[in-house]
């Protein structure tokens, strides 16, 4: 059971390229999301999923978009990467009060 | 705005030692839960608490939700080195968003 996989683990970008950070769950949880942990400012939530085809902002969205087309698949796509950008990423997939998270990506941009 | 405060941040103590970390908030939740964060690794979920007042111990970290469901705490008895790590809590809000607070770091020394 695989869980929730992200891919990549790391990632360096260059400023004003774009790029999609994957991630996908074999749970069947309905609701996904995405954070980002940065030192000293926790988990951020960044967009979030209810189910396929619904999808919302969270604390930090801007510069990424999302879109949720099956209940497995939630990728996170950076549109012109800047440095502040530069941070650690998690996916989560959750049922009920449970989140489950991946491994995270590790994302530089330079 | 950080709806859950984590406090101490940081935390270094003896092996052997006991330790209490907190989680506060000005918002009332229906749960809260307590997660823990090893380096490049995902938060794996430790706990779940949901009724005010509610005690839920495992093995030698016991937790506490506060009676009016606004806060908690983790108490780490005989701390071991394996109980080093970045201790988050967390809580829905709003429209099924998941917030977490930005974590207390525990570094138990041998």
């Known amino acids: 059971n695989a869980g929730v996989t992200q891919t990549p683990k790391f990632q360096v970008l260059k400023t004003g390229q774009s790029m999609t950070l994957q991630c996908a769950q074999d749970?069947?949880?309905?609701?996904m999301s995405w954070y980002r942990q940065d030192p000293g400012m926790g988990l951020r939530l960044i967009h979030y999923s209810v189910g396929a085809g619904i999808t919302d902002q969270g604390e930090v969205p801007n510069g990424y978009n999302v879109s949720r087309s099956t209940t497995e698949d939630f990728p996170l796509r950076l549109l012109s990467a800047a440095p502040s950008q530069t941070s650690v990423y998690f996916c989560?997939?959750?049922?009920?009060?449970?989140?489950?998270f991946g491994q995270g990506t590790r994302l530089t941009v330079v | 705005t950080q709806l859950l405060e984590q406090s101490p941040q940081f935390l270094s103590i003896q092996e052997g030692e006991n330790l209490t970390v907190y989680c506060n908030s000005s918002?009332?939740?229906?749960?809260l839960q307590w997660y823990r964060q090893e380096p490049g690794e995902g938060p794996v979920l430790l706990v779940t608490?949901?009724?005010?007042?509610e005690v839920k111990k495992l093995k030698r970290l016991t937790f506490q939700f506060g009676d009016a469901r606004k806060d908690s705490s983790l108490h780490i008895t005989a701390a071991q080195p394996g109980d080093t790590g970045l201790y988050l809590c967390a809580g829905f809000y709003g429209n099924n968003r998941l917030a977490f607070g930005k974590g207390n770091q525990v570094v138990v020394i041998p």
């Open positions: 918002s009332v939740f229906s749960s």
């Open positions: 608490v949901v009724t005010g007042g």
């Open positions: 989560a997939s959750s049922r009920g009060w449970e989140a489950f």
């Open positions: 749970m069947n949880h309905e609701y």
